[in-house]
């Protein structure tokens, strides 16, 4: 209950702080997104570019983990997932506040989850997110990023988003690690206090999800 009640803290505060407190929105937001989205990219600052489309990596990687923690859960994990695209960490939390604690698999894998549960997959999401990640470091104004997320609600937003994103991810590393028989520590502490990259790593090293026999398995939620 008191992991719940402090996701639920967590998400009302970042709300409120998105809303009322962030640096005022700027009349070409609406343009900035669209051109972010179509790829034009060239008067941009890279590393606006880079957390944009981190922030489009960064759902597939949860789905890698959400959509196998969602089998059994009370709520349809793949609303959170879908949501997580387009605003991140604000879809997320509520899936942390909802979700129960799961640390089997009933059943059997399905077509998604099994390109979900490949190590392929992970190292796909992690060469993208490697790309993106040099990108703005090498390219990137970090004057002018500063000036922006001084400025911008959305690159200020947007910024803390990413960063917020980033750090949830052991809250459901605990559960993933016991589905497949993982039981050392170290593992789930290297992931965690590396943000991003160990996630990555985790999805691309991670054992295969070990299945249950559909006879055995316990009633699922759809």
Same mark, same amino acid.
């Given at each position: 209950?008191?992991?719940?009640?402090?996701?639920? +803290?967590?998400?009302? !505060?970042?709300?409120?702080?998105?809303?009322?407190?962030?640096?005022?929105?700027?009349?070409?937001?609406?343009?900035?997104?669209?051109? *972010?989205?179509?790829?034009?990219?060239?008067?941009?600052?890279?590393?606006?570019?880079?957390?944009?489309? *981190?922030?489009?990596?960064?759902?597939?990687?949860?789905?890698?983990?959400?959509?196998?923690?969602?089998?059994?859960?009370?709520?349809?994990?793949?609303?959170?997932?879908?949501?997580?695209?387009?605003?991140?960490?604000? @879809?997320?939390?509520?899936?942390?506040?909802?979700?129960?604690?799961?640390?089997?698999?009933?059943?059997?894998?399905?077509?998604? *989850?099994?390109? *979900?549960?490949?190590?392929?997959?992970?190292?796909?999401?992690? +060469?993208?997110?490697?790309?993106?990640?040099?990108? !703005?470091?090498?390219?990137?104004?970090?004057?002018?990023?500063?000036?922006?997320?001084?400025?911008?609600?959305?690159?200020?937003?947007?910024?803390?988003?990413?960063?917020?994103?980033?750090?949830?991810?052991?809250?459901?590393? !605990?559960?993933?690690?016991?589905?497949? !028989?993982?039981?050392?520590?170290?593992?789930?502490?290297?992931?965690?206090?590396?943000?991003?990259?160990?996630?990555?790593?985790?999805?691309?090293?991670?054992?295969? +999800?070990?299945?249950?026999?559909?006879?055995? @398995?316990?009633?699922?939620?759809?």
């Amino acid at each position: 209950m008191l992991r719940k009640v402090g996701f639920s +803290l967590l998400w009302l !505060g970042f709300v409120v702080y998105a809303f009322l407190f962030a640096p005022p929105e700027q009349p070409n937001t609406l343009e900035l997104i669209k051109q *972010l989205s179509l790829g034009q990219w060239e008067n941009i600052n890279p590393l606006v570019v880079a957390v944009f489309n *981190l922030l489009g990596i960064l759902p597939l990687v949860y789905a890698c983990v959400i959509l196998i923690d969602g089998r059994g859960q009370p709520i349809k994990a793949w609303l959170f997932v879908v949501g997580s695209f387009g605003v991140g960490a604000f @879809a997320l939390l509520p899936y942390l506040v909802f979700r129960e604690k799961n640390p089997h698999f009933p059943g059997e894998k399905d077509f998604l *989850l099994k390109i *979900l549960d490949s190590r392929w997959t992970g190292i796909i999401l992690t +060469l993208g997110a490697f790309s993106f990640v040099l990108f !703005g470091l090498i390219k990137g104004d970090w004057s002018d990023f500063i000036e922006q997320w001084q400025t911008s609600r959305f690159i200020h937003v947007m910024s803390l988003d990413f960063c917020l994103v980033c750090l949830l991810f052991p809250s459901l590393l !605990g559960d993933d690690l016991a589905r497949r !028989g993982i039981k050392k520590s170290w593992v789930f502490w290297l992931v965690s206090l590396t943000p991003l990259l160990g996630a990555l790593f985790y999805l691309c090293l991670r054992p295969p +999800l070990q299945e249950t026999s559909v006879n055995t @398995a316990s009633p699922i939620s759809s």
